[in-house]
């Protein structure tokens, strides 16, 4: 029996890979998604089945919209107790970055200080 789902997304496929191999095996089942636009889609299972408990965490650069069930926030990540039949929709997104200056170039300011080169001398 797996150890739990993880979804990976990155849409560099060299280090989804490397990913998913690594989880796989430490006894995780993967699920992969290539774009940052992919979206997620859970249901929990039927009435009698079994309960079911759902933690989504991600990195900071990475953005996650969840629809159709409140979540409750604790130190592992967002986490959804869906009752038999409830759905849970998520789209992953990659957060927008600030521009900087143009690749090779880069600028640093702050403040001057002199040295006089004689010491002890006023």
Do not use: I
């Not at 430490?26 to 039927?46: C, N």
């Not at 089945?49 to 990475?62: D, I, K, N």
Request: hydrophobic share 35%.
């Amino acid at each position: 029996m797996p150890r739990g789902r993880v979804l990976v997304v990155d849409d560099q496929p060299t280090v989804a890979e490397f990913l998913r191999d690594a989880l796989t095996h430490f006894g995780f089942e993967v699920e992969m998604a290539l774009t940052r636009s992919d979206a997620l889609a859970l249901t929990a299972p039927g009435l009698g089945e079994r309960a079911e408990t759902w933690v989504l965490q991600s990195s900071p650069m990475w953005h996650l919209e969840a629809k159709g069930l409140p979540s409750s926030q604790d130190e592992q990540g967002l986490r959804y107790q869906p009752l038999p039949g409830e759905s849970l929709h998520v789209a992953v997104t990659h957060d927008q970055v600030c521009p900087g200056p143009p690749a090779g170039r880069s600028t640093m300011t702050g403040p001057v200080e002199t040295t006089d080169p004689a010491p002890n001398v006023r």
